[in-house]
């Protein structure tokens, strides 16, 4: 397959999933649209290695380990599945590090041994291998990776899984794991059973709002960056600095319920979030 038939196929799955992170945006440079629908279909498959479909434990970490060595070959000039082909002159072109990419790897292996976060820390390191690579990539890819504005994107994006995490405490639990931190859990005396259960108990409001303010401030402590950056790139950081505030004031306003509907941002609010984020300069 040639390469351009390759990038094809990787934006067409790019297109066909949504996430909160604009991913092979039309809001990004064209130069820059192909290595980043690139990077999202190798992390998009991976995810769906580790999570979706009837196959073992010991099945999923082999189809991860497999993927990885074809990243390797990758690094190599070789490859022979689409997703690799582009990845491949991706990272010949643009010099991407494999470091972020392989971190994404680690934490995907994560998630088919793991269900449960004993503290905080605990769980910002799994949003370091998670969620960090690709603010990383995208900094590198506009030759923006300075230590200051890695220090920022990474507070960006691990407030935006931990923002996903909340908004997702009943769909989580449904496939056994929660993502709330047990000493939290003790903290706040919620039970597992009542996340099972879905009880809106005063207790669990009080652990959720806790949550909730807590990763606002990491959100915000890394929102310099939507006016450090320029062009379309701080466009797009400043909408999804403000699209994850917004999913973290709807759980707030919602009572900190989770359970019964899912926080989403609907389309009035997306209309006035693009008029901030251009303003916002």
């Known amino acids: 397959m040639e390469t351009r038939s ?5 934006r067409r799955l790019a297109a066909s999933h949504y996430e909160n992170f604009p991913v092979a945006s039309l809001l990004l440079p064209r130069r820059l649209r192909d290595p980043i629908a690139a990077i999202y279909a190798f992390a ?11 196959a073992s434990p010991a099945q999923r970490l082999a189809a991860l380990a497999d993927w990885e060595s074809r990243l390797h070959a990758a ?4 490859a022979d599945h689409p997703i690799f082909i582009a990845l491949a002159d991706s990272i010949a072109r643009f010099r991407l590090p494999l470091a972020p990419l392989t971190d994404l790897l680690s934490a995907f292996r994560q998630d088919v041994t793991r269900t449960r976060y004993g503290t905080f820390a605990e769980l910002i390191d799994y949003c370091r291998r998670s969620a960090n690579p690709i603010g990383r990539l995208l900094l590198h890819l506009y030759g923006a990776d300075t230590p200051q ?10 407030a935006l ?3 996903n995490f909340w908004q997702d405490v009943a769909v989580d639990c449904r496939k056994g794991r929660i993502y709330l931190p047990a000493e ?14 879905g009880r809106l108990t005063p207790q669990f409001q009080a652990l959720m709002r806790f949550q909730v303010e807590r990763t606002r401030r990491l959100l915000q402590s890394g929102a310099p960056l939507g006016r450090t950056l320029t062009g379309r790139l701080g466009f797009n950081m400043r909408l999804t600095i403000l699209g ?12 900190y319920d989770v359970f019964h509907q899912r926080p989403v941002i609907q ?13 916002a300069k």
């Not at 390759?6 to 990787?10: F, M, P, S």
């Not at 998009?44 to 479909?53: K, N, P, W």
């Not at 504005?149 to 691990?158: E, M, V, Y």
């Open 267 to 279: 389309w009035t609010t997306w209309l006035s979030l693009l008029k901030r984020a251009a303003l």
């Open 75 to 78: 690094a190599r000039g070789e």
């Open 161 to 163: 899984q931990l923002t």
């Open 6 to 10: 390759a990038y094809a196929h990787c």
């Open 244 to 255: 994850g505030a917004a999913i973290l004031e709807a759980i707030g306003k919602n009572g």
């Open 184 to 197: 939290d859990l003790r903290r706040f005396q919620v039970a597992e059973a009542d996340l099972a259960a």
């Open 44 to 54: 998009r498959t991976a995810d769906d290695l580790a999570d979706e479909g009837e």
């Open 149 to 158: 504005n890695i220090g920022r994107a990474d507070a960006i994006c691990s």
